[in-house]
């Protein structure tokens, strides 16, 4: 019996059809994941907010001093020799880059004006955030998850305990303290590496380095760097629990997570330092 051909025809256009919605299915897929990711962080971040608040004001409720201090020991202090590398490293690369050019405008003791500027705003809070986000970031979202995977969190709210307040909020705490120091120590040291290279390469004495660097900086500039550091370490410690909280599958899942909070640090620090620039440009701090 032969086929109908009205038959073929309809099939063939119901195949064009999922040809034609299979992207935009993907496409919506992912937009609904991460906006549903988004906002689960920010719950989680609200969360936390909730029990902070409450250990300010009942005193029944405790966050863990010890737990927040072991934790900026493991996430912080253990970053600074790595963060005093590369900040060191980006302060003699700027130095050197930028002595040519300025050379030949016959500016070449303007280095210490653009490097103070592009190191206390910019490069001093990201430096410290992209190598925390591999210290700190990846370090708890393996450590939640590998505690989850061995129900351990289960067992956490077996016995009443909320794990945002003994998990989440210790770890937050850390983050954020730890690369607020850290933001500054970046600084610092990229500063020290630019006045070195400046009085012993380039030719550019003491006094004159510092007297362009400080009549370039303003308190402003400083507080911004800070703030933008407090700000990514809250990004890495949210994004880091969240994904900690969220791991399944057992080993896998929890490779997974860790490889996931690296690229959406990464990909939140920098577009949070993005909107913190406009919005400083737009009302004149910068």
């Avoid at 919506?28 to 549903?36: K, L, N, R, T, Y």
């Avoid at 970053?79 to 300025?102: C, D, E, R």
Wanted: glycine residues 10%; aromatic residues 6%; charged residues 10%.
């Amino acid at each position: 019996m032969a086929a109908d051909p009205s038959t073929n025809h309809g099939a063939s256009w119901s195949s064009v059809g999922r040809l034609l919605t299979r992207p935009v299915e993907a496409i919506g897929g992912s937009v609904i994941g991460v906006v549903d990711h988004i906002g689960s962080v920010i719950m989680l971040g609200l969360e936390a907010l909730h029990w902070l608040i409450r250990a300010f004001f009942v005193r029944k409720v405790r966050v863990g001093k010890v737990a927040i201090v072991s934790q900026i020991i493991r996430v912080g202090c253990r970053a600074i020799f790595i963060v005093m590398l590369v900040s060191s490293s980006v302060g003699l690369i700027l130095s050197l880059q930028m002595a040519p050019p300025l050379e030949n405008l016959d500016q070449k003791e303007m280095i210490p004006n653009i490097v103070g500027i592009a190191v206390v705003r910019e490069l001093g809070p990201l430096i410290a955030a992209i190598v925390m986000t591999g210290f700190a970031g990846a370090a708890i979202a393996a450590e939640i998850g590998t505690m989850v995977v061995g129900e351990e969190v289960e067992a956490l709210e077996a016995h009443a305990l909320n794990p945002v307040r003994f998990l989440v909020i210790p770890r937050v705490l850390a983050a954020v303290l730890s690369m607020t120091g850290l933001s500054v120590f970046a600084v610092v040291v990229s500063i020290g590496a630019s006045l070195l290279m400046s009085m012993l390469v380039l030719g550019i004495p003491y006094p004159l380095f510092m007297n362009n660097l400080l009549t370039q900086l303003k308190l402003v500039d400083f507080l911004t760097g800070v703030f933008k550091g407090a700000v990514f370490g809250l990004l890495i410690g949210l994004i880091a629990c969240a994904n900690g909280l969220k791991v399944t599958g057992g080993a896998a899942g929890v490779g997974f997570a860790t490889t996931k909070t690296v690229v959406q640090c990464v990909l939140s620090i920098i577009i949070a330092d993005l909107v913190f620039t406009a919005i400083f440009y737009a009302v004149g701090l910068v």
